[in-house]
């Protein structure tokens, strides 16, 4: 990811992980995250946990996230 790419804003927001386990993820997101629905380009809370899973794991493909 080149520095100036949604995915590099999503994980330089750092919301602090709760918990997690193999089917859940629970985030304590920093005001001014949005939850979901952010404008291209700017970070939201689903983003940066796709990413975080995406690259903990070693995912390839998409990894689907829900807003509970």
Same mark, same amino acid.
């Given at each position: ?9 999503? *994980?330089?927001m750092n919301?602090?992980? *709760? ?12 005001? =001014?995250?949005?939850?979901?629905? /952010?404008?291209? =380009?700017?970070?939201? /809370?689903?983003?940066? /946990?796709?990413?975080?899973l995406k ?5 390839? =493909?998409?990894?689907?996230? =829900?807003?509970?």
């Amino acid at each position: 990811d080149s520095p100036s790419s949604p995915e590099s804003a999503c *994980l330089k927001m750092n919301p602090t992980v *709760l918990y997690e386990d193999n089917h859940l993820l629970v985030l304590n997101k920093p005001v =001014g995250m949005v939850s979901q629905g /952010a404008l291209p =380009g700017e970070p939201s /809370a689903v983003e940066w /946990a796709r990413e975080y899973l995406k690259r903990k794991f070693n995912k390839p =493909g998409n990894v689907f996230i =829900g807003v509970v």
